[in-house]
C-alpha cells in the first residue's frame, strides 16, 4: 500500500514538474516572438528615408512608408517597390536599357541598421548608406493604388494622350465649382529618375468628413505610349473630423 502511494506521489509530482517547464517554454517563446516583433517594426521605422550611397556608384534611393522606392539619381536602374522580410530587404527594380526594360526582386541581407547608417550585403560583398535629412518623405504616408485597370485603359487607346490627360482618364470627376469651394488642382513635373509625375489635388470636398484627397501618379514614355508605373494617394479630413494634414487614417 505505501508503495503504491509513493508511486502515485512520484508521478504526480512529474506530472506537475512537466506542466511547469511546457509553461515556461511557452511564455519563451511567446516572449520571443514579441521581440522579434517589435524587432521588425523598429527596423520598419528606422529604415523608411532617403539613403546616400557612400561608394563611388552613388546609386541613391529612397524607401517610403507606403512601400514604394525610388531611385534618386539613377535613370537606367529605378527602384519601385521595397519590403523586409527575415532581416533581408527585398527591392524591385526596373533596369533599362537600349530601349528594353526588365523588372526584378532584388534581395540584400541587412548587415547593419540605425538612424544614421545602412549597410546591406550581397554576393560577398557589403555596400554602406548614410541616411539623408528628408523628412517629408518620412512624414507623409500613402497608400498604393493598384495600376492594372489605368494600364488597361491606356493600351486600348489609340490617340496619344498627354500625362494630364492619363490622369483625367483615372481620375474623371469635375468640379462645377458652383458650390462652395470645392476645386481639382492637377501640376505636372520631372521625376529625377526621368519618368513624369501628376499630382492631382481635390481640394474642399462637399463631403461631411472628407475635405480633400490627393493623387501621385508617375508615369513612363516608352515607344511614343504611356505607362502608368505607380499611383498612391492619402487625404485629409475636415475639421474635428480627424488629421486635417495629409495622411492615411480613416475620417470620422
Not at 517594426?41 to 524607401?63: A, M
Not at 523586409?84 to 523588372?103: A, M, P, R
Not at 492594372?148 to 485603359?153: E, F, G, R, S
Not at 519618368?195 to 493623387?215: A, F, V, W
Request: hydrophobic share 30%.
Amino acid at each position: 500500500m505505501k508503495t503504491a502511494l509513493l508511486i502515485i506521489c512520484l508521478v504526480l509530482l512529474n506530472s506537475c514538474r512537466n506542466e511547469q517547464k511546457n509553461q515556461v517554454e511557452n511564455e519563451t517563446q511567446s516572449l520571443s516572438k514579441t521581440n522579434e516583433k517589435r524587432n521588425i517594426d523598429n527596423e520598419y521605422e528606422i529604415i523608411i528615408g532617403s539613403w546616400k550611397d557612400t561608394s563611388s556608384s552613388e546609386l541613391h534611393f529612397t524607401l517610403f512608408a507606403d512601400g514604394t522606392a525610388r531611385s534618386d539619381n539613377m535613370k537606367t536602374l529605378l527602384y519601385q517597390k521595397w519590403r523586409i522580410n527575415n532581416d533581408k530587404l527585398i527591392l524591385i527594380v526596373e533596369s533599362i536599357g537600349n530601349g528594353t526594360s526588365s523588372t526584378e526582386e532584388e534581395i540584400y541581407e541587412i548587415q547593419k541598421l540605425n538612424e544614421n547608417v545602412l549597410i546591406l550585403g550581397k554576393n560577398g560583398q557589403s555596400y554602406e548608406y548614410i541616411k539623408s535629412e528628408d523628412k517629408n518623405n518620412r512624414d507623409e504616408k500613402f497608400i498604393i493604388v493598384d495600376t492594372d485597370d489605368i494600364n488597361q485603359k491606356l493600351n486600348k487607346r489609340i490617340e496619344n494622350l498627354s500625362a494630364k490627360e492619363v490622369m483625367k482618364l483615372y481620375y474623371p470627376i469635375n468640379v462645377n465649382g458652383k458650390e462652395g469651394k470645392e476645386k481639382i488642382e492637377v501640376s505636372e513635373k520631372n521625376a529625377e529618375n526621368g519618368n513624369t509625375l501628376i499630382i492631382l489635388i481635390h481640394d474642399n470636398l462637399l463631403d461631411d468628413s472628407l475635405k480633400g484627397e490627393k493623387h501621385i501618379m508617375e508615369l513612363k514614355m516608352t515607344n511614343n505610349k504611356w505607362t502608368v508605373i505607380s499611383i498612391k494617394k492619402n487625404w485629409k479630413c475636415q475639421s474635428n473630423r480627424g488629421h486635417t494634414q495629409w495622411g492615411i487614417e480613416m475620417c470620422t
